[in-house]
């Protein structure tokens, strides 16, 4: 029995057949010589590196099987089709046979985040803010300037890869539910995320606006001041113990309340040697601790976090 389409997904498969690469699944199989090279893992599904006939070199995402279903499927397709920015991973086809769901984006030279700054290497202070910046405009993108409005849903270093010049490049984007900005629906009840970088409000079942992101967003700036992780979770169930990112909050509000002029520096990452721009490190500090606000009215939106980054980006001295 065949299972009748919906015009809205009809128009989407053709706009996205014309407007992309559709791919088959086996020229796919033999780009990522049988799905060989894994580059990473996370909720959505397992990224492969492969090569194209055309030499081009490639992320294949093999989409789980939360995504099987065909109207879900192309709602990502028509929306992440449209999105087009810098600091965002660009996707360049899509394979969809029969129960195989796999995207093709830009391969992305210098991995994720999490490993230039936790694992393999450390990031100067001057790659730091530009990775702040540039992920910043990113998410101000997706909330503020798409024909869409998209919540990532997901903001973490891991979803934050770096490009050869170690400019961020937003990935994962589109994967959550979407709300279109003119609807009376601009709220999401059901997605998910990853435990330490999702806002309070996931727990408390409140609806989920891009405020969300602006939290995961917050926790990811921290860390790179920091330069350690925040977001791990405390894995007994020790009362004195702390999670690092509420300890962390707590100092900073401690030592700027009791005046201590090199607060600043007992913060920032002790393996900069001290070589980091002052005025660019509390600036971002502060971003960091207003976007963890419970309280997410509190917290600031991505546009402006933007233009306050901006503010001190030509700052020189470090």
């Known amino acids: ?51 194209l006939a055309d ?18 499927f192309w709602a990502e397709m028509t929306t992440v089709g449209k999105i087009n920015h810098i600091n965002l991973v660009r996707m360049w ?34 790659q730091r803010f530009a990775v702040a910046l540039g992920t910043a405009k990113g998410l101000a993108y997706l909330h503020h300037e798409c024909l869409e409005w998209v919540i990532h849903c997901d903001v973490k270093p891991e979803n934050i890869l770096l ?17 279109r900005r003119d609807s009376p629906g601009s709220e999401i009840s059901r997605i998910r995320g990853t435990r330490g970088y999702m806002a309070p409000e996931w727990a408390l079942n409140h609806p989920i606006t891009a405020k969300v992101d602006v939290y995961g967003y917050g926790v990811v700036v921290l ?38 002029s090199s607060w600043v520096e007992s913060i920032v990452d002790p393996r900069l040697e001290g070589k980091f721009n002052r005025i660019q490190a509390e600036t ?14 509190k917290r600031p939106t991505m546009a402006s976090v933007v233009q306050t980054l901006m503010e001190c980006e030509d700052e020189t001295e470090i």
């Open 223 to 260: 860390e790179m001041i920091k330069g350690v992780k925040l977001a791990n979770w405390v894995v007994d169930d020790a009362e004195d113990q702390e999670i690092p990112l509420k300890n962390l909050c707590r100092q900073v509000k401690e030592k700027v309340q009791c005046g201590n």
């Open 55 to 72: 030499d081009r070199v490639v992320a294949v995402k093999r989409l789980g099987d939360v995504f099987q279903g065909q109207d879900e």
């Open 163 to 179: 490009d050869i010049e170690f400019q961020p490049k937003i990935a994962d984007f589109g994967l959550a539910k979407l709300s």
């Open 1 to 51: 029995m065949k299972h009748s389409v919906p015009a809205s997904v009809e128009d989407g498969c053709r706009m996205i057949s014309n407007q992309f690469r559709r791919f088959n699944y086996a020229e796919l199989k033999k780009a990522t010589n049988n799905f060989r090279e894994e580059l990473g893992s996370g909720g959505s599904g397992v990224v492969y590196k492969g090569v």
């Open 284 to 297: 971002l500090i502060q971003i960091g601790l207003s976007c963890v606000e419970e309280d997410r009215s």
């Open 93 to 126: 086809g899509f394979c969809s046979e029969g129960r195989h769901r796999l995207l093709v984006y830009e391969y992305v030279d210098n991995m994720s985040l999490d490993k230039n700054l936790f694992y393999l290497n450390f990031l100067g202070w001057k």
